[in-house]
C-alpha cells in the first residue's frame, strides 16, 4: 500500500470520535482496551472487523456490499454498507472467501439479494454510521438505519451470538442468507431445515478460494417465530438459499439468536452450542470474551507509551484471529485452518512457539493430518481445502522448526518424513530442480522466487536431518539448499532468472515487477535477491566480500525505479526498493545484524517499525496477512526477530518498547529491557543476560524460554 490513501483522508481525520478508539487508557490488566480494532480495516489492510475470541472458528462481523480486492474481510474503513452479519471472514488476505451463514435482521419485505447502493430498494442492504459503530476484541455493535435495528454481537470459539433490538413492527424479521459470501466465495448447495418454532439446522455448500468448503450450522431463537419461510433464488435446483424468520415486535423489543458452527455435521453444530453457550446471558458471554483476550494478551506485559500500546496490543489481537479452530468441541486434538503459511513461517510462526506453546503440537498434528489427506504438507489450507496459494512449501519450516525448539506431543520420525517426502515430489517444480539442480526460467513460472523458497526449506530440512543423525539426507539438502545461488548473476549483481541452457533472459531490469508473469512472486530482483535468509556467508560470496555486500543492502533502501504497468499492491509500503508491505523483506533489516552490523539493524528496524505502522484505519502498510505483518511488529519492538527459519536465533533490533514482559513455557517469564530508550537513542550500545556482559547480536530460543532478563543499554 502507498502511504496515502486517498480517499480515505477525511474518516482518518475524524478515527478519534468512533467508539472502537475510545477506551484505550488500559487501565489495570485490562489489555482489551488498548486494542484499536479499525487499526488496518483502511486501505489495504484488509483486517477483520467484528467478535471472535482467540484462535476461534467464528469470526462474527459485519459484511458489505463492495467485493472488490480491499473487501477480502468482508470489511473496509472507506464502506458504511452491511448486507449482514457472517459467521466466518478472513483477516489481512490478499484472496477472499468465507462469510459463512450470514443474519440480517429487517424489516419489511425486502428483497432477496445482495443488492446495491445506485438503488436502496434492490436488496437486504442497510447503511450504518461510524458514530453508532462499537468495537473491542470479543464485541461488536452498530445500528441498521435503513431499518431503525440496534445490532450486537458476540462470540465464543464456535458460537456466534446475536442481540437484535427492534422497533416496534407487524413486519420483522431475521433472514438467513447463504447466498452471499465475500468477493469469490459462491454456494455450490445449501439447506436450511426448521426444526421447531425456535430452532433451525442447515448446512452450506460452497467453492471460491476454498474450492469444496463445507460448513454445517445450528441457529436457535430467545422466542418463537411467527412463521418461516425458504427463498430459492436457483430455480432449476431448487437450493435453498434464503430463510425468514418472522416476527411482531414491540418498540426496543429484543431477539437474542445464537448461531453454532461445525466442519462435520449438524448434530455436532447443536452439540458445541450446547458445550460453549447452553444459557442466554448476552452480556455474560461479552465478558468471558473479554477475558479469553486478556489472558491471551497477558503473555506479553509492556512498558511503553499509551501510543504505542495500542498498536502493540492491536497487533497481538491480528495475531490470533487465526489459525482458527476446524474441529468439534471434544474432538481428540484441536485441528486448526486457515494457515497463511508462506507469509507466517517467517514470524507469526516464530511468535507463537514463544508465548503459545500450548498450542504448538496441535499446530503440527494439524499438519500432520493434512500430509495423511494429500500426501504432502499443506501450503494454504483454509476450511478443508489446500488452496495450493504461493510457493514453495512453507510447512516445513514451521514443522522443522517446532522440532529443532524441542517441543513434542506429534511423531517426530512421522514429522520427519512428511517434510522428506513433501520436499522429494515432483511438483510445483520440485522435479525440474532434482533434474536441473534449478528451476529453469524458461519451464516454470516464478521459478527464481520458488526455488529460493525450496531452498530455505532444504536448509531447516537439513538442519532436523542433522539433529536426526541422518547424515545422507542432512548433506543432500543442505547442498540443494544452495540451489539459489545458481540464479545470481555477478555481472549484475542480482538473482536472475536462469533458463534450461544455462542462459539468462536476454533483457534484464531489477525494478520490473510483472505480476504472475515473471521469475518472481509478487516482487522484483531488488527484493528477492535477499531471499536467502538461511545462507547469508553464500550471499556474501556471491557479492564478493561483506563490504560488497552491505554497500548492495545499503542501496536497497534508497534506490527508487518503475516497476512498471502489472506491479502487485502487494508491493507495498516501500523504503527505496524494500518493501514491507510483501513478507520476503521481512528478514531484510536484520541481515546487518547477521553480516555483524548491529548499529545498521537497529537504525532500519526503528525506521521501519516507526513508518510502516500506525494508530490509524491505514495503520497496515500492506496486507495483514493472516497475522505476519503484526507478528513483525510484536517482535521487533521487544528488539527480537527470528529471521533465519533454519536457525533458532531470535537477531537484535532496536526496541520500541522500554520493557517486556513475556510468558513462556514452563511457567516461566523471560523480561527484556531497553535502558535509556528513546526516540533518540536508537542503537544498542550493550547488553547483558541475566546481569552478564552478552556479546552476541543474537539470542537463542533455548535461553528465552529458560527464563531470566535480558537488557539492552540504548544510545545513539
Given amino acids: 500500500m502507498k502511504r496515502n490513501i486517498l480517499f480515505l483522508s477525511l474518516a482518518i481525520a475524524i478515527l478519534s470520535l468512533s467508539s472502537c478508539s475510545m477506551n484505550n487508557k488500559g487501565e489495570g490488566d485490562d489489555y482489551v482496551s488498548y486494542v484499536d480494532q479499525y487499526i488496518g480495516t483502511a486501505g489495504h489492510g484488509h483486517v477483520f472487523m467484528g467478535a471472535n475470541v482467540p484462535f476461534g472458528l467464528v469470526q462474527l462481523g459485519p459484511t458489505s456490499i463492495p467485493q472488490t480486492w480491499d473487501w477480502t474481510s468482508g470489511y473496509n474503513y472507506a464502506d458504511t454498507t452491511v448486507i449482514g452479519f457472517s459467521h466466518t471472514h478472513l483477516s489481512g488476505t490478499g484472496i477472499g472467501d468465507l462469510a459463512d451463514v450470514t443474519l440480517m435482521p429487517v424489516v419489511g419485505r425486502p428483497k432477496y439479494a445482495r443488492g446495491n447502493e445506485k438503488d436502496g430498494t434492490s436488496g437486504l442492504w442497510s447503511y450504518f454510521s461510524r458514530k453508532n459503530e462499537k468495537c473491542h ?31 416496534a413492527s407487524e413486519d420483522a424479521a431475521v433472514v438467513i442468507d447463504l447466498e452471499n459470501g465475500t468477493c469469490w466465495d459462491s454456494p455450490t448447495d445449501a439447506v436450511i431445515t426448521k426444526v421447531d418454532s425456535v430452532t433451525l439446522e442447515g448446512y452450506r455448500f ?30 432449476v435446483q431448487k437450493k435453498i438459499v434464503y430463510g425468514r424468520a418472522d416476527f411482531k415486535t414491540q418498540k426496543g423489543e429484543t431477539i437474542y439468536v445464537k448461531v453454532a458452527l461445525s466442519p462435520t455435521s449438524e448434530k455436532m453444530a447443536f452439540a458445541n ?10 452480556k455474560g458471554c461479552i465478558a468471558e470474551a473479554r477475558e479469553k483476550w486478556n489472558g491471551q494478551f497477558s503473555k506479553i506485559k509492556i512498558e511503553a507509551a499509551d501510543s504505542v500500546k495500542k498498536i502493540f496490543y492491536t497487533s497481538l489481537y491480528h495475531t490470533m484471529i487465526a489459525p482458527s479452530l476446524f474441529c468439534d468441541d471434544g474432538s481428540a486434538h484441536k485441528d486448526y485452518t486457515t494457515f497463511s503459511l508462506w507469509d507466517t513461517y517467517r514470524a507469526a510462526m516464530p511468535l507463537m512457539t ?9 499446530m503440527v498434528n494439524t499438519m500432520l493430518d493434512i500430509y495423511e489427506k494429500q500426501g504432502r504438507l499443506p501450503v494454504w489450507p483454509l476450511m478443508g481445502c489446500e488452496t495450493d496459494c504461493m510457493v514453495g512449501n512453507p510447512a516445513v519450516p514451521v514443522v522443522a522448526d517446532a522440532i529443532m525448539k524441542g517441543y513434542g506431543g506429534f511423531n517426530i520420525d512421522s514429522a520427519y518424513i512428511a517434510m522428506k517426502n513433501t520436499q522429494m515430489l515432483d511438483r510445483a517444480g520440485l522435479g525440474l530442480l532434482k533434474k536441473y539442480g534449478y528451476i529453469p526460467s524458461d519451464m516454470y513460472n516464478e521459478s527464481v522466487s520458488t526455488c529460493m523458497e525450496y531452498s530455505v526449506a532444504d536448509a531447516c530440512l537439513s538442519k532436523v536431518a542433522s539433529m536426526l543423525g541422518k547424515k545422507d539426507d542432512a548433506g543432500y539438502f543442505l547442498n540443494r539448499s544452495h540451489a539459489w545461488r545458481k540464479y545470481f548473476d555477478h555481472s549484475v549483481g542480482f538473482v536472475r532468472g536462469l533458463l534450461a541452457d544455462g542462459s539468462r533472459w536476454p533483457d534484464f531490469n531489477p525494478f520490473t515487477a510483472n505480476h504472475a508473469h515473471s521469475d518472481f512472486t509478487e516482487g522484483n530482483a531488488w527484493q528477492y535477491t535477499w531471499m536467502a535468509p538461511q545462507d547469508v556467508p553464500g550471499l556474501i560470496e556471491m557479492f564478493g566480500s561483506k563490504a560488497k555486500f552491505e554497500s548492495k543492502l545499503d542501496s536497497l533502501f534508497i534506490v527508487n525505479g518503475d516497476m512498471g504497468k502489472n506491479v502487485a499492491p502487494d508491493i507495498a509500503g516501500m523504503i527505496g526498493q524494500y518493501a514491507h508491505g510483501n513478507e520476503p523483506s521481512h528478514h531484510v533489516a536484520y541481515l546487518y545484524d547477521m553480516d555483524g552490523n548491529r548499529n545498521k539493524t537497529c537504525e532500519k528496524t526503528r525506521e521501519i517499525i516507526t513508518s510502516m505502522y500506525t494508530a490509524q484505519p491505514d495503520g497496515l502498510s500492506g496486507n495483514e496477512d493472516v497475522g505476519q505483518m503484526s507478528a513483525w511488529y510484536v517482535l521487533s519492538a521487544m528488539g527480537i526477530y527470528q529471521a533465519d527459519p533454519s536457525e533458532t536465533k531470535f537477531w537484535f533490533g532496536s526496541p520500541l518498547v522500554d520493557k517486556a514482559v513475556m510468558k513462556v513455557r514452563g511457567g516461566k517469564t523471560f523480561t527484556i529491557k531497553a535502558i535509556n530508550n528513546s526516540p533518540e537513542n536508537i542503537l544498542i550500545k550493550k547488553v547483558t543476560l541475566n546481569g552478564r556482559d552478552y556479546d552476541k547480536n543474537y539470542i537463542g530460543f533455548k535461553d528465552i524460554v529458560a527464563g531470566g532478563e535480558l537488557d539492552f543499554y540504548m544510545g545513539r
Fill in 354 to 362: 514463544l508465548i503459545h506453546p500450548e498450542m504448538m503440537s496441535d
Fill in 273 to 282: 452450542m450446547d458445550a460453549e453457550l447452553p444459557r442466554w446471558d448476552f
Fill in 137 to 167: 476484541p470479543g464485541f461488536y455493535a452498530t445500528h441498521l438505519d435503513r431499518y431503525n435495528i440496534d445490532v450486537e454481537l458476540t462470540a465464543t470459539e464456535r458460537v456466534g451470538f446475536h442481540k437484535y433490538t427492534f422497533p
Fill in 206 to 235: 460452497s467453492k471460491g478460494w476454498a474450492d469444496n468448503q463445507k460448513i454445517y450450522f445450528a441457529v436457535k431463537f430467545s422466542r418463537p417465530f411467527d412463521r418461516f419461510e425458504l427463498y430459492s433464488r436457483d430455480t
